[in-house]
T-cell receptor, first 113, second 115 residues
Framework: DAKTTQPTSMDCAEGRAANLPCNHSTISGNEYVYWYRQIHSQGPQYIIHGLKNNETNEMASLIITEDRKSSTLILPHATLRDTAVYYC??????????????FGPGTSLSVIP | EAQVTQNPRYLITVTGKKLTVTCSQN?????MSWYRQDPGLGLRQIYY???????DKGDVPEGYKVSRKEKRNFPLILESPSPNQTSLYFC??????????????FGQGTRLTVV
């Protein structure tokens, strides 16, 4: 199963872009990259996902390198409410008989006023 | 409103007393799963279910049971709880897997303490 590595923690000034990196060097061709975040002890919240093309939604942008071995989540204008733990996940799925989701320790993002 | 509902939110119990944490989703999702979260260990998958009557072990299934008799419900059963099962538990559901999957919805969590 592909694993991910992320920095343990990061700081970002309020109003600036927050760029959160993730390495997934063993990712295989049919695996998607997902990002979730968890604010305090609430249930994790989906942010965005992608396979190989860059993706953007109302919350964030996801940049995936051409070799797919790393990606970056971009929060374009971080606010204090974006302070959370951010998880980069590689989703494994094999038809209908096997599915597994691996959460790493994530990156604790602190947005500073 | 689309949601995943867990009950109870908080539970304190004694070692060996069987308990069930319920999970229900109203989105007609096929895929459901249970996680536990512990300090320093992050979120770890306990069990998952691809569809009704289809369940499989995640990373830390020992001491837990699940059932999926109907699509909307996925209860987590601790037959004989022990203190090392003290944790924050999350249930999640999603529409499908692989290319069909968009996002997982998580419940609010159940904080379990076993004394």
């Amino acid at each position: 199963d592909a694993k991910t590595t992320q920095p343990t923690s990061m700081d970002c000034a309020e109003g600036r872009a927050a760029n959160l990196p993730c390495n997934h060097s063993t990712i295989s061709g049919n695996e998607y990259v997902y990002w979730y975040r968890q604010i305090h002890s609430q249930g994790p919240q989906y942010i965005i996902h992608g396979l190989k093309n860059n993706e953007t939604n109302e919350m964030a942008s996801l940049i995936i390198t051409e070799d797919r071995k790393s990606s970056t989540l971009i929060l374009p204008h971080a606010t204090l409410r974006d302070t959370a733990v951010y998880y980069c996940i590689v989703r494994v799925a094999y038809g209908t008989s096997y599915d597994k989701v691996i959460f790493g320790p994530g990156t604790s993002l602190s947005v500073i006023p | 409103e689309a949601q995943v509902t867990q009950n109870p939110r908080y539970l304190i119990t004694v070692t060996g007393k069987k308990l069930t944490v319920t999970c229900s989703q109203n989105m007609n999702h096929e895929y459901m799963s249970w996680y536990r979260q512990d300090p320093g260990l992050g979120l770890r998958q306990i069990y998952y279910s691809m569809n009704v009557e289809v369940t499989d072990k995640g990373d830390v299934p020992e001491g837990y049971k699940v059932s999926r008799k109907e699509k909307r419900n996925f209860p987590l059963i601790l037959e004989s709880p022990s203190p090392n099962q003290t944790s924050l538990y999350f249930c999640a559901s999603s529409r499908g897997t692989g290319a069909l999957n968009t996002e997982a919805f998580f419940g609010q969590g159940t904080r379990l303490t076993v004394v």
